[in-house]
Every structure is written in C-alpha cells, then in structure tokens.
C-alpha cells in the first residue's frame, strides 16, 4: 500500500483529527503551492487515499446526517511510523497527469486552428475553380492535397479528444 506523502504529512499530526476529504484537499493544495491542480481531480484523489487507511483500519468512516458529509477519525490502530512507510510521492504523478492534459489540450487547440486553416483553403480552391475553370489542372491537384491533409488533422484531432475523454472517464 502506498499514500501520498503529502497526506502523511498532513493527517500525521496530532491535532488533526475527525476531518472531512475537504480538509485534507485544503491543506494539501496549500502545501504543495502549485495554482494548477484541480480541486475537483484532487478531492477524488485523497478520498480514494483516505479510503486505504478505513480498509487497513487506521481510520474510521463516520457519516454525518446534517451535512451529508463524511469525516474520517483515527482509530487505536493509527501508526505514524508506519503511515511514513507507506508515503510516497504521488504529487509528482498528480502534477504529470496535470502537464500532460495541458499539453493535450494545447496540441487540440493547435490541430483545431489548422484545421479551420486548411478548410479555408479547399474552398478557396473550389471558389477559383469556379471562377477559373481553364485552371482546372493546377488547381484539381492542390484542392486535393488540402483536403488530405484535413483528413490528417481531423484525425490528430480524433486521437487527443478520444485519450482527453478517456482519462476524464477514469477520473469519474
């Protein structure tokens, strides 16, 4: 079993005790001081992390009916030395995850742009073969390398939208 090191840091402290998935992410995002993670992708995380030490018996799952939350308390079975054992660095991993989908996205954005490009030209090419049909010729051919090359993009396009929509239904 591996937990964040950032939640051992966190939940290892005495004083803190009987707290929500909330307040982990709250003091998780202020120590790791990255303005880029997504609270929503790192609530689910932690919960998921908290989640461990309730089957490993470290912490207990108390429902709460007023607020409709649930909050975690630290059971006899609670062991620091051991919980710095199981630390790791997951922030790294969560930070890499961030990256990537930003360069994903940036790259979609990209393919999205030339895309508009290149549609722009193959109706320019029909425009001017229309208005200059002895052309026919010279224009056939460029008219059909613009048009590959839309297929091409859409492609590039397909594959990043498909891996983006992926990894949003493995974070739900």
Same mark, same amino acid.
């Given at each position: 079993?591996?937990? !964040? ?10 004083? &803190?005790?009987?707290?929500? #998935?909330? !307040? ?11 303005? &880029?993670? !997504?609270?929503? $992708? ?11 030490? *309730? ?9 709460? /009916?007023?607020?409709?939350? #649930?909050?975690?308390?630290? #059971?006899?079975? &609670? +062991? *620091? ?8 660095? /997951? ?11 930003? @360069?994903? #996205? ?20 029909? %425009?001017?073969?229309? %208005? &200059? ?7 056939? @051919? ?5 048009? +590959? /090359?839309?297929?091409? $993009? ?5 594959? $990043? ?12």
């Amino acid at each position: 079993m591996k937990i !964040d090191n950032l939640v051992v840091q966190i939940i290892k402290a005495p004083n &803190f005790n009987n707290f929500t #998935t909330s !307040d982990v992410r709250s003091a998780y995002i202020a120590i790791s001081k990255d303005p &880029f993670l !997504d609270p929503v $992708i790192i609530r689910r995380k932690l919960y998921a992390e908290l989640l461990k030490l *309730v089957k490993k018996g470290w912490l207990r799952k108390q429902l709460s /009916n007023k607020r409709k939350g #649930t909050r975690f308390i630290k #059971t006899e079975l &609670f +062991d *620091v030395q051991k919980l710095i054992v199981y630390a790791t660095d /997951n922030y790294q991993q969560i930070k890499l995850c961030d990256e990537i989908k930003k @360069s994903l #996205t940036t790259k979609l954005n990209h393919y999205k742009a030339e895309l508009l490009l290149n549609l722009g030209e193959t109706e320019a090419y029909k %425009e001017l073969y229309d %208005e &200059f049909p002895e052309l026919v010729t010279e224009i056939q @051919s460029k008219y059909n390398q613009a048009r +590959d /090359n839309n297929t091409k $993009i859409l492609g590039k396009i397909k594959a $990043i939208e498909s891996l983006i929509n992926q990894e949003k239904q493995q974070n739900t």
